[in-house]
């Protein structure tokens, strides 16, 4: 097993390349000092550790990768019934404050993505304390997450009675749809020993510990994400739950304009507005790639002949959408083509059936006329490979 974390052994220099920065935040910290920030050659003018999370500011994550996970996680939604929103950042997020690291505030990084995400769980809590705050009756909470109260002693007996179930809801981890930017905020608590000894030892009796304003603010810098736009998604459970997934991000919407989502919402971190033409643009995307996929699964399932006259009628097609007519253009070059194709390796019966048809349509469309002059000969050459075909 590696002993963790892997700096207490090792120096590790900051990669010169791309990099999972969430692997190096957590794994690689490497002042010389382990686990410590080395404050005796700390600059009074310059933090080390607003220098370290520096190291990790700006655009993070792969965007190939982040758009082909978000794929992914829109066909399971489709597949689930359920549905998905663009939102982007009014200010700064964070999560993932708790987690532990030298420089005291940790970071929520995607494992694989390597960029700020929000676990599916956080998206439940909120949404539920939302719909408590609202007033919202019991008997919905039940339904959409499984339980009336989030406090075993303040459920009612009826509650009990119908125990605690899997909500109607599926909450899916909150993942970015393109590259975040991440950066470096600050805060300045004066109360820290308030903070560390309130409650004990009658600290309001002592001048230092005592909350007043006559403390000097200690600066604590820590990673926040500036720039980014996340893909929210919710899918249910039942049938019925999918006729009222309209009202459900509805909710989750007025939710994140008005409490916000992660850490520090109280001084407005997290909140979030829904970008409806990113989401448009998101769609779009994800709808021409899913229907080249479809066509070039439909061409993988084609026999040679088969392929030749899918990619002739789709240049026909072409020609007629664009209104273009041309006796000797692309497309009556390559019927020329695939009538050689035909006469050197014999097709099936119904191939050159389909062959004739789209012939007719073709000289039809582009001339000359099926029943005039080269026209009329290469419908001639083409009944004749049927006929023998027979």
Same mark, same amino acid.
């Given at each position: 097993?590696?002993?963790?974390?892997?700096?207490?052994?090792?120096?590790?220099?900051?990669? !010169?390349?791309?990099?999972?920065?969430? &692997?190096?935040?957590?794994?690689?910290?490497?002042?010389?000092?382990?686990?410590?920030?080395?404050? $005796?050659?700390?600059?009074?003018? #310059?933090?080390?550790?607003?220098?370290?999370?520096?190291?990790?500011?700006?655009?993070?994550? !792969?965007?190939?990768?982040?758009?082909?996970?978000?794929?992914?996680?829109?066909?399971?939604?489709?597949?689930?019934?359920? /549905?998905?929103?663009?939102?982007? &950042?009014?200010?700064?997020?964070?999560?993932?404050?708790?987690?532990?690291?030298?420089?005291?505030?940790?970071?929520?990084?995607?494992?694989?993505?390597?960029?700020?995400?929000?676990?599916?769980?956080?998206? =439940?809590?909120?949404?539920?304390?939302?719909?408590?705050? /609202?007033?919202?009756?019991?008997?919905?909470?039940?339904?959409?997450?499984?339980?009336?109260?989030?406090?075993? $002693?303040?459920?009612?007996? !009826?509650?009990?009675?119908?125990?605690?179930?899997?909500?109607?809801?599926?909450?899916?981890?909150?993942?970015?749809?393109?590259?975040?930017?991440?950066?470096? !905020?600050?805060?300045?608590?004066?109360?820290?020993?308030?903070?560390?000894?309130?409650?004990?030892?009658?600290?309001?009796?002592?001048?230092?510990?005592?909350?007043?304003?006559?403390?000097?603010?200690?600066?604590?810098?820590?990673?926040?994400?500036?720039?980014?736009?996340?893909?929210?998604?919710?899918?249910?459970?039942?049938?019925?739950?999918?006729?009222?997934?309209?009202?459900?991000?509805?909710?989750?919407?007025?939710?994140?304009?008005? &409490?916000?989502?992660?850490? #520090?919402?109280?001084?407005?971190?997290?909140?979030? /507005?829904?970008?409806?033409?990113?989401?448009?643009?998101?769609?779009?995307?994800?709808?021409?790639? /899913?229907?080249?996929?479809?066509?070039?699964?439909?061409?993988?399932?084609?026999?040679?002949?088969?392929?030749?006259?899918?990619?002739?009628?789709?240049?026909?097609?072409?020609?007629?959408?664009?209104?273009?007519?041309?006796?000797?253009?692309?497309?009556?070059?390559?019927?020329?083509?695939?009538?050689?194709?035909?006469?050197?390796?014999?097709?099936?019966?119904?191939?050159?059936?389909? &062959?004739?048809?789209?012939?007719?349509?073709?000289?039809?469309?582009?001339?000359?006329?099926?029943?005039?002059?080269?026209? =009329?000969?290469?419908?001639?050459?083409?009944?004749?490979?049927?006929?023998?075909?027979?």
């Amino acid at each position: 097993m590696f002993a963790l974390p892997l700096y207490q052994d090792d120096h590790c220099d900051k990669p !010169d390349s791309a990099f999972h920065k969430g &692997l190096w935040f957590e794994r690689f910290f490497s002042y010389p000092e382990k686990w410590t920030v080395d404050y $005796a050659e700390k600059n009074s003018n #310059k933090s080390r550790k607003a220098e370290w999370i520096n190291s990790v500011s700006g655009l993070c994550g !792969d965007s190939t990768a982040i758009e082909r996970f978000a794929e992914r996680q829109v066909r399971l939604i489709d597949h689930l019934q359920g /549905q998905y929103h663009v939102y982007e &950042l009014d200010w700064h997020f964070v999560t993932g404050m708790g987690n532990p690291h030298p420089v005291e505030n940790g970071f929520l990084w995607h494992p694989t993505l390597g960029t700020p995400y929000l676990q599916g769980a956080s998206v =439940k809590g909120l949404l539920r304390s939302w719909m408590e705050q /609202q007033g919202t009756d019991p008997e919905t909470l039940h339904l959409w997450f499984g339980s009336e109260s989030k406090e075993p $002693a303040h459920q009612n007996e !009826d509650d009990l009675i119908k125990k605690n179930q899997a909500g109607a809801l599926i909450f899916h981890d909150v993942i970015p749809v393109d590259r975040p930017k991440l950066g470096a !905020d600050i805060m300045t608590p004066h109360m820290g020993k308030w903070y560390e000894k309130g409650g004990s030892d009658h600290p309001a009796d002592n001048p230092e510990t005592i909350p007043a304003d006559w403390h000097s603010p200690v600066p604590v810098s820590f990673l926040v994400t500036r720039e980014a736009r996340f893909l929210f998604a919710i899918s249910s459970r039942t049938a019925a739950m999918a006729e009222v997934m309209d009202t459900v991000m509805a909710e989750l919407e007025t939710a994140l304009e008005w &409490l916000g989502a992660g850490s #520090k919402t109280s001084v407005g971190y997290g909140a979030m /507005q829904r970008k409806e033409t990113a989401e448009k643009d998101f769609a779009e995307t994800l709808t021409e790639q /899913q229907k080249q996929e479809e066509e070039s699964r439909k061409k993988s399932s084609l026999s040679e002949a088969g392929l030749a006259l899918y990619e002739l009628e789709k240049q026909l097609q072409k020609d007629i959408e664009r209104n273009h007519k041309e006796a000797g253009g692309d497309c009556k070059k390559q019927l020329n083509s695939i009538v050689k194709q035909a006469e050197g390796n014999p097709w099936a019966k119904d191939e050159l059936e389909s &062959l004739v048809e789209l012939a007719k349509k073709i000289l039809s469309h582009h001339g000359p006329g099926p029943k005039k002059g080269k026209g =009329k000969e290469l419908m001639v050459k083409i009944r004749t490979l049927l006929e023998k075909a027979n």
